[in-house]
């Protein structure tokens, strides 16, 4: 179970900032993450702020038609307006409920594993002593 959670809180603090511009990706257009409408306006205005998030914000200014942003764009986009924080924001909630779930998928996985195992591959796992 140590494992599994150790794995997970690491892997998780390792791809969170990919997470977080996969997430605004999909929402761009659809809640503004800047602006007096949005959470961070309601709750106090960051540095630097600008006008809400949307598909022609993050787009190039000279397109006609506006076409959904890029990877970087969007990240590039994240650290104009928030900063390294930006890339972090909900962390912590996730260092709760990582471990636990990547621990009981680790124990799982062990638990079936041994289930499967022929007896002669049992046998082979016990200690000497109990054989």
Same mark, same amino acid.
């Given at each position: 179970?140590?494992?599994?959670?150790?794995?997970?809180?690491?892997?998780?603090?390792?791809?969170?900032?990919?997470?977080?511009? !996969?997430?605004? $990706?999909?929402?761009? %257009?659809?809640?503004?993450?800047?602006?007096?409408? =949005?959470?961070?306006?309601?709750? *106090?205005?960051?540095?630097?702020?600008?006008?809400?998030?949307?598909?022609?914000?993050?787009?190039?200014?000279?397109?006609?038609?506006?076409?959904?942003?890029?990877?970087?764009?969007?990240? !590039?986009?994240? $650290?104009?307006?928030? %900063?390294?924080?930006?890339?972090?924001?909900?962390? =912590?909630?996730?260092?709760?409920? *990582?471990?636990?779930?990547?621990?009981?998928?680790?124990?799982?996985?062990?638990?079936?594993?041994?289930?499967?195992?022929?007896?002669?591959?049992?046998?082979?796992?016990?200690?000497?002593?109990?054989?």
């Amino acid at each position: 179970m140590q494992c599994g959670a150790v794995s997970g809180l690491v892997a998780q603090s390792l791809t969170y900032p990919l997470e977080v511009t !996969r997430r605004r $990706m999909q929402t761009i %257009g659809v809640v503004p993450t800047a602006g007096n409408e =949005s959470s961070t306006g309601v709750l *106090g205005k960051l540095p630097g702020q600008s006008n809400p998030d949307t598909v022609s914000s993050l787009s190039s200014p000279n397109e006609k038609h506006a076409k959904p942003p890029t990877m970087m764009r969007t990240m !590039r986009h994240v $650290m104009h307006e928030q %900063g390294i924080k930006g890339f972090f924001k909900g962390v =912590s909630m996730n260092w709760i409920k *990582g471990p636990i779930a990547f621990s009981i998928s680790f124990t799982t996985f062990d638990f079936i594993q041994g289930l499967m195992e022929s007896e002669s591959e049992q046998e082979k796992r016990r200690p000497k002593q109990y054989r």
